[in-house]
């Protein structure tokens, strides 16, 4: 069945980076996008961005240009989301989803919750 | 920058029927924006149900249907059940990029 199995959650100090995991199973990796979403404490729903690891096509979210990387290893079935910079307002679960290739989404990683704090 | 707008809260009683809508401060929402609907309860992960403004995914209740309303995605839901009260999201996709809606709290009492 498909999974998706993100990181455990972390703890940052302002400034600093953190780089989020999800692991995908059940399915061929390649053929799907996976989407970043996150959401801070109480607060709905915010797309980061996307990426494509049969093209390498990736497109962020204009919010998080030139803070955020999408990265992964096809080897693994992984992806990774790194974010840069890190603020007390960036403290939020973030999720991975996978994109069924018909402008949807299907399943989606548990959400690892990251915390920005002093 | 796109801002997709929501109801933030609705009460319904078991049983009715209650739309939700989500709007686009850039005019009509079409269906070349492709609405999507997500429910998600407290501690959960989101939940996918409609996409393509109407299409169900193999898990959508058949009580929850989507449509184009008046300029604006709706998500229709027919015969409330308690399991219903959640929070619901809409999202649209514009030039390359998603944009949630704010979400609604929909209660059932």
């Known amino acids: 069945q498909v999974q998706l199995v993100q990181s455990g959650a972390e703890v940052k100090k302002p400034g600093a980076s953190v780089k989020v995991s999800c692991k995908a199973s059940?399915?061929?990796?390649?053929?799907?996008?996976i989407h970043w979403v996150r959401q801070a404490p109480g607060q709905g729903l915010e797309w980061m961005g996307w990426i494509n690891p049969k093209s390498g096509g990736i497109n962020y979210g204009q919010k998080f240009h030139g803070r955020v990387t999408m990265t992964w290893d096809t080897s693994i079935s992984t992806a990774y989301m790194e974010l840069n910079r890190l603020r007390s307002n960036d403290t939020a679960v973030y999720y991975c989803a996978r994109d069924t290739g018909d402008m949807a989404t299907d399943y989606w990683g548990q959400g690892t919750l990251v915390t920005v704090s002093s | 920058q796109t801002v997709v707008t929501q109801e933030p809260s609705l009460t319904v009683s078991p049983g009715g029927t209650v739309t939700l809508t989500c709007a686009s401060n850039t005019g009509a929402v079409t269906s070349g924006s492709y609405p999507n609907w997500f429910q998600q309860k407290p501690g959960q992960t989101p939940r996918a149900l409609i996409y393509s403004t109407s299409k169900k995914h193999s898990w959508t209740p058949a009580r929850f249907s989507g449509s184009l309303l008046g300029g604006k995605a709706a998500l229709t839901l027919s015969g409330v059940q308690p399991e219903d009260e959640a929070e619901y999201y809409c999202l649209l996709y514009y030039r390359g990029a998603w944009v949630f809606g704010g979400g609604t709290k929909l209660t059932v009492l």
């Open positions: 059940g399915y061929t990796f390649t053929g799907y996008y």
